[in-house]
């Protein structure tokens, strides 16, 4: 199930867009404050990210530069601004796509599906295991214990990192440049937040003290 972040300031678009996208299948996370949106983004590790351009506290052209300055992840632009300059823009700060409100719903769900397909291609039938977990990186899922969960992307990423390095303790810098292509400008916080999280999702197929934190170093399985 891909995770899409939704970052729009109208409540009643937010509400609105989030219950199309998880009738139609989607995990949905959405931005409830406008302060440090990038580095929430990143943090919450998305599939794919849409993203408003009229945000309250900051402008979304500012947003997407600093998501794309650390990340691959992609971005649909979706906006009530109609004006040439604001696609060019967006394109050239590296959006995917860019949709005008009032939107289509199912265009902007087409849309959606061409371009996770087009970026999910990298992962192709690859099955790791170590320690009596399996993760299947096609699907984005780890199984253990006769149980299934799927994980987000940088769940998956982190997860691939540690088991592909099985043993050995695998530096912070190693993974935070693994999954956002630099470790420079991110909050140190935000991969701690992200192993927690998966660590919370191994959980749930009966999976615990399976990830070790080196303090200071790193993490191993």
């Known amino acids: 199930m891909a995770l899409i972040y939704v970052v729009e300031d109208d409540d009643h678009i937010r509400s609105e867009l989030s219950?199309?996208?998880a009738r139609n299948g989607y995990q949905v996370e959405a931005a409830t404050s406008f302060v440090d949106v990038a580095a929430q983004v990143l943090t919450a590790g998305p599939d794919l990210?849409?993203?408003d351009l009229n945000l309250p506290t900051t402008d979304g052209h500012l947003v997407c530069r600093e998501v794309r300055a650390q990340s691959s992840v992609p971005i649909i632009v979706v906006t009530s601004r109609t004006g040439e300059i604001d696609e060019v823009m967006s394109m050239s700060l590296g959006a995917d796509d860019f949709i005008s409100k009032p939107y289509?719903?199912?265009v902007l769900l087409a849309r959606i599906e061409a371009l996770l397909r087009r970026?999910?291609?990298g992962m192709s039938g690859t099955r790791l295991e170590h320690g009596g977990v399996s993760l299947d990186l096609s699907r984005?899922?780890?199984?253990?214990?006769g149980h299934e969960v799927e994980l987000t992307k940088n769940e998956c990423r982190i997860l691939a990192i540690l088991i592909r390095n099985a043993g050995a303790i695998v530096p912070r810098e190693t993974i935070m440049c693994e999954l956002w292509n630099s470790d420079a400008f991110i909050d140190d916080n935000t991969l701690t937040v992200n192993v927690n999280r998966l660590r919370q999702t191994l959980s749930r197929i009966g999976v615990d003290d399976y990830l070790v934190t080196h303090r200071g170093q790193g993490y191993s399985v």
Request: proline fraction near 0%.
């Open 19 to 21: 219950e199309l996208l």
């Open 49 to 51: 990210v849409l993203l």
């Open 104 to 106: 289509n719903s199912h």
């Open 119 to 121: 970026t999910s291609g």
């Open 140 to 145: 984005s899922c780890a199984a253990a214990n």
